[in-house]
């Protein structure tokens, strides 16, 4: 399984970015879908999830600003990014937990960098 993710650039803040996060591969079912990112010099920490019913969970720093949605037919999340700030500045990594014929495992796309200008 693969995962691709694309959409970030640079954007001034108060501006908008829109990220998206496509699997690939022996894939029998998403479960849970979901963006993270990590600051400069910081760790990783969770920006949305997503359920397979829908059901969604933001960090309160993006709660109103970003809204993260998933097309399990397509096997895509994508996570709108609006008022952006210079603080979201971060590499964002999508990350799905997907059953295979096998087993089921955590995957994480390759990392898209956003960057926001005050």
């Known amino acids: 399984v693969q995962l691709q993710a694309s959409g970030g650039g640079l954007v001034q803040a108060g501006g908008s970015l829109r990220l998206s996060c496509e699997a690939s591969?022996?894939?029998?079912?998403?479960?849970?879908m979901g963006w993270y990112r990590q600051p400069p010099g910081k760790q990783r920490e969770l920006v949305a999830v997503i359920t397979t019913g829908g059901y969604t969970n933001y960090a309160d720093s993006v709660k109103g600003r970003f809204t993260i949605s998933r097309d399990s037919a397509k096997n895509t999340v994508a996570l709108q990014m609006n008022s952006l700030k210079p603080e979201d500045t971060a590499v964002y990594y999508c990350?799905?937990?997907?059953?295979?014929?096998?087993?089921?495992?955590?995957?994480w796309g390759q990392g898209t960098q956003v960057t926001v200008s005050s």
């Open positions: 990350k799905m937990t997907v059953r295979d014929y096998y087993a089921v495992n955590d995957y």
């Open positions: 591969g022996s894939i029998v079912r998403i479960n849970g």
